[in-house]
């Protein structure tokens, strides 16, 4: 059974930075693709960043420049480095692994880590 579980988040002063962690668990050795999405109330989910197992990455236009991701192979461990948050930062972060193509792909959703960033 595979397992996205979050870890990193919590209070920051705004230009401050924080790095998230999924660690993952279960039989998928690679995922395709793992990604971070974020979501605060009343707002849709949105994608911050996303990378293959290829080396591929994107990002939101409203993070570049401040957030890497990164993916630890070995360790099957996805990382979210963000640099100079602001308020606006402030939301769920939540891990998100895909595998599979068409009608056998598989997602898999973390419970989310929050991150909250002071003015």
């Known amino acids: 059974q595979v397992r996205l579980v979050e870890s990193g988040g919590g209070l920051v002063q705004a230009g401050g930075s924080l790095r998230l962690s999924c660690e993952t668990s279960?039989?998928?050795?690679?995922?395709?693709?793992m990604g971070w999405y974020r979501q605060t109330p009343g707002e849709q989910r949105e994608l911050v960043a996303s990378a293959t197992n290829r080396g591929r990455s994107k990002y939101a236009d409203s993070v570049k420049g401040r957030f890497s991701i990164s993916r630890d192979g070995a360790k099957n461990t996805l990382y979210l480095t963000m640099n100079n948050l602001n308020p606006a930062d402030t939301a769920v972060y939540y891990c998100n692994a895909e595998y599979g193509i068409g009608f056998d792909k598989r997602t898999w959703w973390g419970r989310g880590t929050q991150v909250t960033v002071s003015s």
């Open positions: 279960g039989s998928i050795v690679s995922f395709d693709v």
